[in-house]
């Protein structure tokens, strides 16, 4: 199984903070949008099973049902998708209204990410988003009442600061099944602390991320796992087969050639190792030697051996023999992991 992305770049305003691919609009997605975007679905010529299907932005929440419909249908029709595929919408609140939840519902969107960031009104002009506290909070109600499954997108770090433990009250009080927090800058330790901390109910089972049990985002666990995916749209990225390729970015470019890449990196045997680790070790669940050595035919510690000791000498790791997990240190100072791991004094130098 594979986990499918697929970028709708259209925003009605361009956040400030935002580097992904985007393109301001005042209508509805384009319909050559939707057409080039099915095409390079079904061109798609990599795996077919598939266990989640991610619209990112951009501002997904812009497609009208009758677009989503299409490439849904696109996606179904190249995808044999598992019995309960994940299927998740990023959604603006501003975008938010019963019928529209209703319509995504009808269609098999079964998670949606609200981008909420705040529920101050100031920390929201900051961040020069379109909704206010209030309809965040309208929002949240609607998708709550609609969806079992659903996740809250939070920034930390933004003025003013004092605000963040309000914010954090408040999605807790709304008990959403999942949370996204991520920083604007990072000041290791107190702001995940209180959100530990706050979202009672919920696991931090990622760097940035909470939920309540089995409710982990399935589609991203493909990536901290460094699982296959395919992306489709523009900017999108792939890994399949070893290969990590992106789509055209500029979206002039990629509505000429839909699926044509700008980047396509295949990755050495050593290189998908330390990544593997390296993403796993974002995990609170870490990576089982059992799973590494299965997987790669090789001894986890025969490859990383000297930096895990370190590791876990400074606190950052824990090691039952079985399993290997970032201490809640760890968590916060996940940066010195992943450091220590690609060190040029691992034993991949050595090797031919």
Same mark, same amino acid.
């Given at each position: 199984? @594979?986990?499918?992305?697929?970028? @709708?770049?259209?925003?009605?305003?361009?956040?400030?903070?935002?580097?992904? %691919?985007?393109?301001?609009?005042?209508?509805?997605?384009?319909?050559?949008?939707?057409? /080039?975007?099915?095409?390079?679905?079904? /061109?798609?010529? #990599?795996?077919?099973?598939?266990?989640?299907?991610?619209?990112?932005?951009?501002?997904?929440?812009?497609?009208?049902?009758?677009?989503? =419909?299409?490439?849904?249908?696109?996606?179904?029709?190249?995808? &044999?998708?598992?019995?309960?595929?994940? @299927?998740?919408? $990023?959604?603006?609140? =501003?975008?938010?209204?019963?019928?529209?939840?209703?319509?995504?519902?009808?269609? !098999?969107?079964?998670? %949606?990410?609200? !981008?909420?960031?705040?529920?101050?009104? $100031?920390?929201?002009?900051?961040?020069?988003?379109?909704?206010?506290?209030?309809?965040?909070?309208?929002?949240?109600?609607?998708?709550?009442?609609?969806?079992?499954?659903?996740?809250?997108?939070?920034?930390? #770090?933004?003025?003013?600061?004092?605000?963040?433990?309000?914010?954090?009250?408040?999605?807790?009080?709304?008990?959403?099944?999942?949370?996204?927090?991520?920083?604007? &800058?990072?000041?290791?330790? &107190?702001?995940?602390?209180?959100?530990?901390?706050?979202?009672?109910?919920?696991?931090?089972?990622?760097?940035?991320?909470?939920?309540?049990?089995?409710?982990?985002?399935?589609?991203?666990?493909?990536?901290?796992?460094?699982? +296959?995916?395919? #992306?489709?749209?523009?900017?999108?990225?792939?890994?399949?087969?070893?290969?990590?390729?992106?789509?055209?970015?500029?979206? +002039?470019?990629?509505?000429?050639?839909?699926? !044509?890449?700008?980047?396509?990196?295949?990755?050495?045997? +050593? $290189? %998908?190792? @330390? $990544?593997?680790?390296?993403?796993?070790?974002?995990?609170?669940? !870490?990576?089982?030697?059992?799973?590494?050595?299965?997987?790669?035919?090789?001894?986890?510690?025969? =490859?990383?051996?000297?930096?895990?000791?370190?590791?876990r000498e400074r606190g950052l790791l824990l090691d039952d023999g079985e399993t290997i997990q970032p201490t809640p240190q760890g968590f916060e100072l996940n940066n010195e992991i992943g450091l220590a791991l690609v060190t040029p004094h691992n034993s991949f130098q050595h090797e031919i």
């Open positions: 199984m @594979i986990g499918v992305y697929i970028h @709708i770049p259209y925003c009605r305003t361009v956040c400030p903070y935002c580097d992904f %691919v985007k393109r301001p609009t005042k209508g509805a997605v384009p319909t050559e949008f939707i057409r /080039a975007l099915c095409g390079e679905i079904a /061109a798609h010529a #990599g795996p077919a099973r598939a266990d989640s299907v991610f619209f990112g932005g951009g501002t997904p929440s812009l497609i009208a049902p009758r677009d989503l =419909d299409t490439v849904l249908g696109a996606v179904r029709s190249r995808f &044999t998708l598992s019995q309960n595929a994940e @299927i998740t919408l $990023e959604a603006n609140p =501003d975008d938010i209204t019963a019928d529209l939840v209703r319509a995504w519902t009808d269609l !098999g969107v079964n998670r %949606v990410s609200l !981008g909420v960031q705040s529920f101050n009104g $100031e920390a929201l002009r900051y961040l020069g988003r379109r909704h206010d506290a209030d309809a965040a909070r309208r929002a949240c109600a609607i998708v709550a009442a609609r969806f079992e499954n659903w996740n809250i997108d939070l920034m930390f #770090g933004v003025p003013p600061y004092d605000a963040w433990r309000a914010t954090l009250e408040e999605t807790a009080r709304m008990a959403p099944a999942h949370v996204s927090a991520y920083g604007l &800058t990072y000041e290791a330790g &107190t702001p995940f602390a209180a959100a530990t901390e706050l979202l009672t109910g919920l696991d931090r089972y990622e760097v940035s991320n909470y939920a309540r049990p089995h409710r982990e985002c399935v589609h991203n666990l493909h990536y901290w796992r460094n699982e +296959e995916y395919a #992306g489709f749209g523009p900017g999108a990225y792939s890994f399949l087969g070893g290969v990590r390729a992106r789509n055209h970015a500029r979206l +002039e470019d990629y509505l000429e050639s839909p699926g !044509g890449k700008t980047e396509s990196l295949a990755l050495s045997f +050593e $290189e %998908v190792r @330390i $990544e593997t680790v390296i993403q796993h070790l974002r995990l609170r669940d !870490g990576i089982a030697r059992n799973d590494y050595s299965g997987r790669f035919r090789r001894n986890v510690d025969d =490859d990383f051996g000297a930096p895990l000791r370190a590791l």
